[in-house]
């Protein structure tokens, strides 16, 4: 049974910081390609951060380049997130999707409110 369940997510002021991870379990993680989407209500889901199987290559939104930092520990079957100089327009659900050939896996998601 494949599982992915992010975690971190929470309230924050305009500016902070928050790291979110998403830990992969029922399948080969190092096997997967992972990215970070985001939706907030009303919107399409935007894809935040893709980052290679091995973790030697990542690429980010425009909107969060410079800020947001993708990153994965193949070793602990766990992806991450480090988001940094949060706006209130990052306020979304994210989400973590695994990806390789016709195998698509999603989590649940975890919620980021940046509000003063």
């Known amino acids: 049974q494949v599982q992915l369940v992010e975690s971190g997510g929470g309230l924050v002021q305009p500016g902070g910081s928050l790291r979110l991870s998403c830990a992969a379990s029922g399948i080969t993680f190092s096997r997967y390609a992972m990215n970070w989407h985001r939706q907030a209500p009303g919107k399409k889901r935007e894809l935040v951060a893709a980052?290679?199987?091995?973790?030697?290559?990542?690429i980010y939104a425009d909107s969060v380049k410079g800020r947001f930092t993708v990153s994965r520990d193949n070793a602990d079957n766990t992806l991450y997130l480090q988001m940094n100089n949060l706006k209130p327009d990052d306020t979304a659900g994210y989400f973590c999707?695994?990806?390789?050939?016709?195998?698509?896996?999603w989590g649940q998601g975890t919620q980021v409110t940046v509000s003063s």
């Open positions: 999707q695994a990806g390789e050939g016709q195998d698509n896996y």
């Open positions: 980052i290679t199987r091995a973790g030697d290559s990542s």
